[in-house]
């Protein structure tokens, strides 16, 4: 039988506001644990929640971006469950009456296509601590730090049908948010979290089918991996005669393995009701507006700019425009470039592949954005060979406070670029090659560009390999075809 | 000493007749010779107290001192004290330390008055005769040799200004916990417009309906303490952010042509003979100040116990979740793993009154009830509020009972919670709507003082206490005190 997938995607976003959702403490990511805590993220007695304007002016700046309603009225609730790091025994989210109403995002696909995702509705919230089961003897440690870091959690429709289209929406998402600074994007710092729920029924059946979900995917290799065991586990029950229990899995990425965490019978009645502690949010047209104008460069109009502005293809524009730290990266260095196509070569090619093989940030790339626009530069105006810049490019990267001209030279990386010099050095190979003359000027043009191969050779070695090679190029066609 | 109000201490300390220190000594060795007998303190805090006592004399010898400066008094123990235990009457905080104040704790720590210790009270403001306390029930002052209680949930602080143990006492009332024990122990109590007072620090038991207000002997000493203890505060999101009268400043105005509302749902068939000529006799009182009276309805009232009580227990369900033995409070002994943690902790820190409202909000809040209840209960209370709004369209104060009856015997509700529930049958509508509520002592019923309810329109509270100051400048039942102190 044809199977058909359906995916819908919760995504929790945490805020890169300052402070948390409901208290004065810190959200920075890394400090000894319960050192970010204060008696409101203690839920000491008698403490009480303060809403932070920054998270709601976030909520809402991403409901603009993703072309939804925002809710005029929007109720905190509490969620009630009891788990240590949970300090107050609920969450304070939103249920009915969300921040950000139903919207869209357009997701493209390798095969040129797109493909509109509709957002059911994307809430605001706050993050639990953490729980350390690992080096307590068998107790159980908690780190309150990123107890009430806001989140907004962002509901799919189950509009996916592919891994990879979940993969694309998931990194749009990443994109629109680290794109208008409402997140770091950072996914290995728990940033980004996503649950996915996943069904499958027969190919041309309308109903979908019974649907479990896998919490907490902080990769996108993850997430495809996860979908891709699940599926394909759905597959196996059904096509065994069995039925799928409607459940919350967990997935071990370094196992490949997922395992049910609870039925739907266990799961629990959260006895939501609107905390009495926070009044409703009403917001009027005006605030609306004023966030509006605050609105960044969105990946989709960006992409637009670099096709026109820069000549970019289709592909090079889309996947630096998809990161605006990227996007921000390649148009730094190509205004010192002046070549916009050689800037996003380097950027896509060389820079990629040193963050992609070290897995570092961006953000923590030692090759500056100047720094790469300088080499481009001698690329550019012929300084450098490409050879002799990923030569410089790796020494920077190991020294990043080093400048591309010093290093060049100190590299004898220049190349020759003196005419005078190269003509000596072409008529000096030439004379002793006649019989190499006398077979280039009998072949013909085809065979010819492969003979010239047979003068570079010679010539880079007479130079020392600092002879510019185009020039080389040029005065030989010139000498020979005289 | 013993008599004087917070206004006459003031003065007292301003012209040196006596120093905070011997004040404050004099009502520690108060509370330590006669408290034994009412047990209306958890804590007294001997060193910290006479430690503010003696700041506060330097300053009132510098000329820093204000009309607080070094008066002693109390504070429920439901507000957290920065470095004094907190207990909230339970057992689940019987080591809880607060690190830090309440607002309100904060706002008589500036003034400089001088903190003498926390005063016992039903087991998270749970009870309307203080006997859900884990510390130990309080007995009425007025007590003769049949124990009485002081009324809950702030029964300690009731007894406490009863028995001339401190001149006044912070107290919170939910559904009456404020003015049920100022009738019972022949006091002025003030519940304060919803958001008037911050609740921050407050240890929660129903937050849409807990209020923070002074426990006093006149209404010229609450109004000295409602100006201390209201205004806006940015650590609670419910506070209203709206100027703060003195509300000393109107006491002495005339009540001539005040319109006072009387619900007839009040005065029916089931209210007390003694009860209604107690009333009766305080209306005329009023009238020869030039009030006139009217008849009102409020046809929701009989709901209000009801609805009250769905809506406390659902918001307490989820308020008490804190109290899990993870971070502070009570945690059992050796468990065995998470759960038995949790059960245990909780079994064993919650007393019977506290269990039942946890188990009665759960259950209200539960998928497939929740419409049937807390909706259906919520919807009660707007009827409930629109019942005052159009009252308060031709009256100016509706005017009560506070409490169905004069201080009554331990035990005497039997098993059956929904009797001690009907105790605040006629405050508890006030805390629904959120409108302010006060009870001033109106008369005796065998020998035991009444208190007569006024309840006033959003934010009036300078209107009430003008009422009773005026009240009480033509009556003594608020001068009287019991025998045994």
């Known amino acids: 039988m044809q199977w058909e997938t359906v995916i819908g995607l919760e995504i929790h976003v945490q805020l890169a506001t300052k402070s948390k959702i409901f208290s004065g403490s810190s959200t920075a990511f890394g400090s000894a644990p319960n050192t970010q805590a204060n008696e409101v993220d203690l839920a000491l007695p008698g403490t009480l929640p303060v809403p932070n304007e920054q998270a709601f002016r976030y909520a809402i700046l991403f409901g603009l971006a993703i072309d939804a309603d925002i809710n005029k009225k929007s109720v905190f609730e509490r969620k009630n469950y009891f788990y240590p790091d949970l300090p107050k025994g609920y969450q304070t989210t939103q249920l009915d009456l969300p921040i950000v109403g139903p919207g869209k995002v357009d997701i493209k696909l390798d095969d040129g296509s797109t493909k509109v995702v509709r957002i059911h509705h994307a809430h605001l919230e706050e993050d639990a601590g953490k729980s350390l089961h690992e080096d307590y003897q068998g107790m159980s440690g908690i780190d309150l730090n990123r107890a009430g870091t806001p989140l907004i959690e962002i509901v799919s429709e189950p509009d996916m049908n592919t891994i990879e289209e979940a993969v694309a929406f998931s990194k749009k998402i990443h994109s629109i948010v680290t794109s208008l600074g409402i997140c770091d994007g950072e996914m290995s710092q728990g940033s980004m979290r996503f649950d996915v729920n996943i069904s499958i029924k027969p190919q041309g059946v309308e109903e979908l089918g019974t649907r479990t979900e896998t919490k907490n995917l902080n990769s996108f290799k993850f997430m495809e991996k996860a979908i891709q065991l699940e599926v394909e586990r759905q597959i196996d029950i059904l096509e065994d005669g069995g039925s799928i229990k409607q459940e919350t899995r967990l997935y071990d990425g370094d196992q490949h393995i997922s395992r049910s965490m609870r039925s739907k019978e266990e799961a629990n009645d959260y006895r939501y009701f609107p905390c009495p502690d926070l009044l409703p949010v009403i917001l009027d047209d005006e605030y609306i507006e004023s966030i509006r104008k605050d609105m960044p460069e969105l990946p989709d109009a960006r992409r637009s700019r670099f096709c026109a502005d820069y000549n970019l293809s289709d592909y090079d524009s889309t996947t630096i425009a998809g990161d605006s730290g990227l996007s921000n990266y390649f148009e730094t260095s190509t205004k010192i470039s002046g ?144 | ?194 958001g008037r007072v911050s609740r921050y620090g407050m240890i929660a038991f129903a937050s849409s309906l807990d209020q923070g207000g002074p426990m006093a002997r006149t209404a010229e000493d609450a109004a000295m303490m409602l100006n201390v203890m209201a205004g806006h505060d940015t650590k609670d999101s419910t506070s209203i952010n709206q100027d703060v009268p003195d509300y000393t400043k109107d006491l002495n105005k005339s009540i001539d042509g005040l319109k006072i509302g009387l619900p007839k749902e009040f005065f029916n068939e089931h209210l007390s003979s003694e009860l209604q000529s107690v009333l009766q006799e305080a209306m005329k009182q009023l009238e020869g100040l030039g009030a006139t009276f009217k008849e009102i309805s409020l046809p929701h009232s009989d709901l209000s116990v009801p609805a009250y009580y769905v809506i406390a227990p659902a918001e307490c369900s989820a308020n008490l979740s804190r109290f899990d033995g993870v971070r502070y ?55 409930i509020k629109n019942d005052f709004v159009s009252a308060f369209d031709d009256v100016d104060v509706i005017l009560g009972p506070t409490s169905p009856t004069e201080a009554f015997g331990f035990d005497s509700k039997g098993d059956d919670p929904v009797k001690m529930y009907l105790e605040d049958i006629f405050t508890i509508s006030t805390n629904l709507a959120g409108l302010p509520g006060m009870s001033l002592p109106a008369g005796l019923i065998n020998n035991l003082p009444v208190g007569m309810q006024l309840i006033g329109n959003y934010f009036d509270e300078s209107r009430m206490l003008n009422i009773a100051h005026q009240f009480q400048s033509v009556t003594d039942w608020h001068t009287l005190s019991p025998k045994n102190i």
């Open chain 1, 339 to 482: 070549d916009a196509k050689l800037s996003a070569n380097w950027v896509l090619g060389e820079l990629s592949a040193n963050l992609n093989s070290t897995d570092t940030s961006l953000n923590l790339c030692p090759v500056s954005a100047e720094q790469l626009g300088q080499l481009v530069l001698r690329v550019k105006d012929g300084t450098l060979s490409s050879s002799g810049a990923k030569k410089v490019f790796g020494s920077i990267w190991a020294k990043p406070t080093a400048q591309v001209d010093m290093l060049i030279d100190e590299l004898g990386l220049k190349q020759v670029s003196d005419t005078g010099e190269l003509e000596k050095l072409v008529d000096q190979v030439l004379s002793g090659m006649e019989e190499q003359i006398a077979q280039y000027k009998e072949a013909d043009d085809k065979k010819r560009k492969k003979l010239m191969g047979s003068f570079m050779g010679p010539l880079m070695k007479a130079s020392k390999g600092q002879g510019n090679p185009k020039l080389f190029n040029e005065i030989l066609s010139k000498k020979l075809n005289s």
């Open chain 2, 1 to 194: 000493m013993l008599n004087k109000t917070v206004k006459q201490l003031s003065q007292g300390l301003a012209k040196g007749e006596f120093s905070s220190l011997e004040l404050c000594q004099y009502y520690l060795n108060r509370i330590d010779t006669i408290d034994t007998k009412f047990n209306s303190f958890i804590t007294v805090s001997h060193e910290q107290a006479i430690a503010s006592a003696k700041e506060a004399d330097k300053k009132i010898a510098s000329g820093n001192a204000n009309e607080w400066t070094g008066i002693p008094f109390a504070h429920k123990d439901i507000f957290c004290t920065e470095g004094v235990l907190t207990t909230c009457g339970s057992k689940m905080l019987n080591n809880f330390i607060p690190p830090y104040s309440a607002t309100v704790v904060e706002n008589f720590n500036a003034q400089g008055a001088v903190c003498l210790g926390k005063t016992n009270m039903d087991e998270f403001a749970m009870g309307s005769s203080n006997e859900t306390s884990y510390y130990g029930k309080v007995i009425n002052p007025w007590s003769e040799s049949n124990p009485l209680v002081p009324g809950g949930s702030s029964g300690g602080s009731a007894a406490a200004v009863a028995a001339r143990l401190t001149p006044i006492a912070t107290a919170t009332d939910t559904g009456g916990s404020i003015r049920q024990p100022a009738s019972l122990c022949g006091l002025t109590g003030l519940k304060p417009t919803y």
């Open chain 2, 329 to 383: 409070g009570h945690r059992c002994e050796n468990p065995s793993d998470l759960m038995d943690m949790y059960v245990r902790s909780r079994s064993e820190g919650f007393g019977d009154e506290v269990k039942r409202r946890i188990l009665i909000g759960a259950y209200a809040l539960s998928a497939g009830y929740y419409d049937a209840y807390y909706r259906k209960a919520q919807q009660v209370r707007r009827l």
